[in-house]
């Protein structure tokens, strides 16, 4: 995004933007409620600071994302798959993820 883009406020309410596209465009600090993200893209997107709350994200599908320090609350995590990924540090309920796998890999004869 360049220096000298324009900026504005838009306030839109019961609005269809459907098939809409958004390009070079920050919405920092902005607020999206009550939306339908269905089939929605996000792309090379910094999302430092996001807060999503009460959102179905079910089907749903991240790929080369840093999730680094995220924190998951109060999530129906059933049928989660995660593949190739960092676990350093990553607990559940406060037990290391690693610890857990160590567990399992000694406990099947894989260690």
Same mark, same amino acid.
Request: a negative charge.
């Given at each position: /995004?360049?220096?000298?883009? #324009?900026?504005? !406020?838009?306030? $839109?309410?019961? /609005?269809?933007?459907?098939?809409?596209?958004?390009?070079? !465009?920050?919405? *920092?600090?902005?607020?999206?409620?009550?939306?339908?993200?269905?089939?929605? #893209?996000?792309?090379?997107?910094?999302? #430092?600071?996001?807060?999503?709350?009460?959102?179905?994200?079910?089907?749903?599908?991240?790929?080369?994302?840093?999730?680094? +320090?995220?924190? $998951?609350?109060?999530?129906?995590?059933?049928?989660?798959?995660?593949?190739?990924?960092?676990?350093?540090? /990553?607990?559940?309920?406060? $037990? #290391? !993820?690693?610890?857990?796998?160590?567990?399992? *890999?000694?406990?099947?004869?894989? +260690?």
């Amino acid at each position: /995004m360049s220096e000298d883009a #324009k900026r504005d !406020v838009l306030n $839109i309410d019961n /609005m269809f933007l459907c098939g809409s596209t958004f390009s070079r !465009v920050s919405l *920092k600090g902005a607020a999206i409620t009550d939306s339908h993200l269905m089939d929605a #893209k996000l792309d090379d997107v910094n999302a #430092k600071g996001l807060v999503v709350n009460n959102a179905n994200l079910s089907n749903a599908a991240f790929h080369d994302v840093n999730m680094s +320090g995220v924190t $998951i609350d109060a999530a129906n995590l059933a049928g989660l798959a995660i593949t190739r990924a960092n676990v350093t540090d /990553m607990t559940i309920d406060g $037990i #290391k !993820v690693t610890d857990l796998l160590d567990a399992y *890999k000694s406990s099947n004869g894989d +260690g």
